[in-house]
Structures are given as structure tokens and as C-alpha cells.
């Protein structure tokens, strides 16, 4: 049996219910008008399925995860 050591996470995705495979920081810059152009990173969890999925979808749907946990 091959077993990998890994790094144990147990955190899930941040855009699903999914168990985390990998966690990145992203840095992504919003222009608002209250910050201009505010550069913020983040740091994401991301399930298989949602490996190639960009940060601004990422925080899309993270926040429609955080809405639905209500
Ligand atoms: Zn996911």
C-alpha cells in the first residue's frame, strides 16, 4: 500500500463541501471606491473540483456557501 504522506488537511473547500486537496494564497486587487485598487490576499482551500476554479469565482461561491450555512 502506497500511502503518501501528505499534508494532512482537513479543512473542506472553501466553495463546496468537499474535502480540501490543495490550499493556496491567492492575491487578487479589487477596484472599489472606497480602496483604490485594494490588493488583498486570501488564502484558499480548494476541493478536486474546483482546482481550476479562479479566485474571484472562488469568493463568489464562497460566499454563496456562507449564505446557505445560515
Ligand atoms: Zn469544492
Not at 15 to 24: G, L, M, Q, S
Not at 41 to 59: A, F, G, P, S
Request: net charge positive; proline share 1%.
Amino acid at each position: 500500500m502506497n500511502n503518501r504522506k501528505m499534508k494532512e488537511m482537513n479543512h473542506e473547500c472553501d466553495a463546496c463541501f468537499n474535502k480540501a486537496v490543495d490550499v493556496r494564497t491567492e492575491i487578487f486587487s479589487y477596484p472599489s471606491e472606497n480602496e483604490n485598487n485594494a490588493i488583498r490576499k486570501i488564502i484558499l482551500y480548494r476541493c478536486e473540483q474546483h482546482l481550476d476554479t479562479n479566485v474571484h469565482e472562488m469568493r463568489k461561491l464562497a460566499s454563496i456557501k456562507r449564505e446557505s450555512k445560515k
